[in-house]
């Protein structure tokens, strides 16, 4: 089984800043994952798919890269609605999820 | 407008069985792998199963692997999740979810407790 680290698991950054998320994965998974961003009592929703494609809708802020193992997270400018937790996910083989970042405004 | 509305959840008492429900509409159900995915209170997303577009292969997440079934009805554009001998960690809110992740229900919480 494919297993995802994710770090960190908790970040404080300041409106603005520039933001990154990481993701590395057990084995080559192939650019085969999405970034999705889950608010409070809500579902999740889907960012970025295949790596670094923008998900209609998404602001363009968001963005995704990586390749083999390692996959990033980036908001290029944090704004307040963006406070949530993130979680990557791996579709090479079933599925797995990383296990969060939790995001919050300083 | 894509929709997934799961239903089903509530309480159930160890060892005991339910089974939920996720109505699809909006979309060709039959066009899509379905999945069901579950997060524990304060915790990550964990998958649990995945099917096939016709229901001829289903997949599981260890931890459900033996108890849990996922099957679909695409005449009635419905994913199903039998889960059987159920176990207080199975207590989740429980989404369906297409396999390509762009579309999620709203989840339904499901609790495992004498």
């Known amino acids: 089984d494919i297993q995802m680290t994710q770090s960190p698991s908790f970040l404080s950054a300041s409106v603005g800043d520039r933001v990154t998320i990481n993701c590395k994965a057990s084995?080559?998974?192939?650019?085969?994952l999405n970034w999705y961003q889950q608010k409070l009592g809500e579902a999740p929703k889907r960012l970025i798919y295949?790596?670094?494609s923008l998900q209609t809708g998404i602001p363009s802020r968001f963005s995704g890269s990586g390749s083999g193992t390692d996959y990033t997270l980036t908001i290029s400018s944090l704004q307040p609605e963006d406070v949530a937790t993130y979680f990557c996910q791996q579709y090479n083989s079933w599925l797995t999820f990383g296990s969060g970042t939790k995001l919050e405004i300083k | 407008e894509v929709q997934l509305v799961e239903s089903g959840g509530g309480l159930v008492q160890p060892g005991r069985s339910m089974k939920l429900s996720c109505a699809a509409s909006?979309?060709?159900?039959?066009?899509?792998?379905m999945a069901w995915v579950r997060q524990a209170p304060k915790k990550g997303l964990e998958w649990v199963a995945s099917?096939?577009?016709?229901?001829?292969?289903?997949y599981y997440g260890d931890s459900v692997k033996g108890r849990f079934t996922i099957s679909r009805d695409n005449a009635k554009s419905t994913l199903y999740l039998q889960m059987n001998s159920l176990r207080s960690e199975d207590t989740a809110t429980y989404y369906c979810?297409?396999?390509?992740?762009?579309?999620w229900g709203q989840g339904v919480m499901v609790t495992v407790s004498s």
């Open positions: 099917i096939s577009y016709e229901g001829s292969s289903t």
């Open positions: 084995q080559n998974i192939n650019k085969y």
């Open positions: 909006g979309f060709t159900f039959s066009d899509y792998y």
């Open positions: 979810a297409r396999r390509t992740g762009d579309y």
């Open positions: 295949n790596t670094n």
